[in-house]
């Protein structure tokens, strides 16, 4: 390592963060935020939009920084493709920023109105949640997704992502903050805890004085750890363990498109396919096929033991599938292959083992795939389509704060809507209560 990647390191580890003074300032900042104009976010967007690509240079250097310390530290290459930043990436960043900015605004919208017999005008409207925690691992794109959401809609946000990304996430804020300054809106909307002392992270999980709802985007460890200490309302999502079941009737050429995809377009995302259940009937002459396009993409298959015979002698790298395969979720170029009889038994394989992001059958029978999307309780299902589409902008939401898989408040990508709560607004005539 060179002594001017040490000397950064030493430089981002020793800064100081006073977490009650920044939740005060983030409060301060929401009810500012607050009564906002859509005018007057959709601006701030556009500057910090402009401000990455003008910018740009100075986030790519830190990231190098990032990616040189990380690749030293033996990370995998799944991991580092995760902590990159490339000017594509960058002016992605910038083109979804200006793509929230046209989205609609929910913030006020009603989202219902009567009028009650006693002649009083009742509403519920939405409103900004005030201030939100994210604690994230590494993608610094991230950072960008979620400042720019919570600010559509009004909220302020503190955010704790990973020691791996910290010199390109503090370059991150920074061009949001100074882009905040020069449309007149205070900077502390956008906080960063830049120390990467785990032990701030217990204080922050107890922040409930301040922040408002905490989302947790990681490992099982990190959800664990806020479910258990936190005394803010937690969110929680990010974790996939993705199945498709191939049906006796799919198209076995098209569907093979579909699964390829679903593994090998970004393997490293929590949206990207682990396992998958494939028909007994069909195995001898749908897994050998399979075997050839995984052996092409490098992908290695973990198989169960009757399905190794279908899969050896093409090329690819097969190995038994352990105890643990299939409640892993890989991020990276491994596919489990287990064979079920049914339809029914692929499902409950999936309920024993899914983590509810997203699942999705390859059919041709109408029946089965809606006995499938019953069935299976996850925050998207997909038939006939890659689990990969479960994103907030290909959505059409713009980006997302995180994918949640729980039932309460949101479920799937957190776009703008769920970024918002309600409060109800009572019309009278100077109505008094008998």
């Not at 390592?1 to 800064?15: C, H, I, K, N, P």
């Not at 910090?48 to 190098?64: C, F, H, T």
């Not at 609609?104 to 219902?112: I, K, S, Y």
């Not at 198989?303 to 690819?316: C, H, T, V």
Request: net charge negative; aromatic share 4%.
């Amino acid at each position: 390592m060179t002594t001017a990647v040490r000397g950064a390191s030493a430089l981002a580890v020793e800064q100081t963060v006073d977490l009650e003074a920044m939740g005060q300032a983030a409060q301060r900042a929401s009810h500012k935020l607050a009564v906002l104009t859509s005018t007057q976010k959709n601006a701030a967007l556009y500057a910090i939009a402009d401000a990455l690509e003008a910018r740009s240079a100075e986030a790519l250097a830190q990231n190098e920084l990032d990616i040189a310390i990380g690749a030293a530290s033996g990370l995998s290459d799944a991991l580092l493709d995760r902590l990159l930043l490339t000017p594509e990436r960058i002016r992605g960043l910038a083109d979804d920023t200006r793509r929230v900015a046209a989205l609609p605004d929910p913030v006020g919208a009603e989202l219902e109105s009567r009028l009650l017999p006693n002649g009083m005008r009742l509403s519920r409207r939405r409103i900004p949640i005030g201030v939100i925690g994210v604690i994230y691992e590494a993608r610094p794109n991230t950072t960008i997704d979620i400042a720019v959401l919570s600010l559509k809609t009004g909220n302020a946000v503190i955010l704790r992502g990973g020691k791996e990304t910290l010199r390109s996430n503090l370059a991150l804020v920074d061009i949001i903050r100074r882009a905040l300054i020069e449309q007149g809106l205070p900077s502390e909307a956008v906080q960063y805890i830049g120390n990467p002392d785990r032990a701030l992270v217990s204080q922050f999980l107890r922040m409930d004085a301040y922040v408002d709802m905490l989302i947790p985007r990681g490992g099982n460890s990190l959800h664990r750890l806020c479910r258990e200490q936190s005394t803010i309302p937690v969110i929680t999502g990010g974790i996939g363990i993705c199945h498709y079941y191939v049906d006796i009737s799919a198209d076995q050429e098209r569907g093979l498109d579909v699964i390829v995809n679903a593994k090998t377009q970004r393997p490293s995302v929590c949206n990207s396919l682990d396992t998958l259940l494939v028909n007994r009937q069909i195995a001898a002459e749908f897994l050998p096929k399979l075997a050839r396009r995984m052996a092409a993409m490098r992908v290695e298959m973990r198989a169960a033991p009757d399905a190794l015979p279908f899969l050896e002698g093409q090329g690819a790298t097969v190995t038994p599938a352990g105890p643990d395969d299939w409640d892993t979720e890989w991020m990276a170029l491994i596919l489990g292959i287990k064979l079920v009889d049914s339809l029914e038994e692929a499902v409950v394989h999936i309920q024993k083992h899914s983590q509810a992001h997203s699942d999705g059958i390859l059919t041709n029978d109408w029946n089965n795939a809606q006995q499938f999307i019953d069935a299976v309780n996850s925050s998207a299902v997909f038939v006939n389509a890659s689990t990969r589409f479960n994103d907030g902008g290909q959505f059409g939401l713009g980006a997302e704060v995180a994918i949640s898989t729980q039932k309460l408040h949101a479920r799937g990508p957190m776009g703008l809507e769920e970024l918002t709560t309600y409060k109800w607004v009572a019309f009278g005539d100077m109505h008094v209560r008998e």
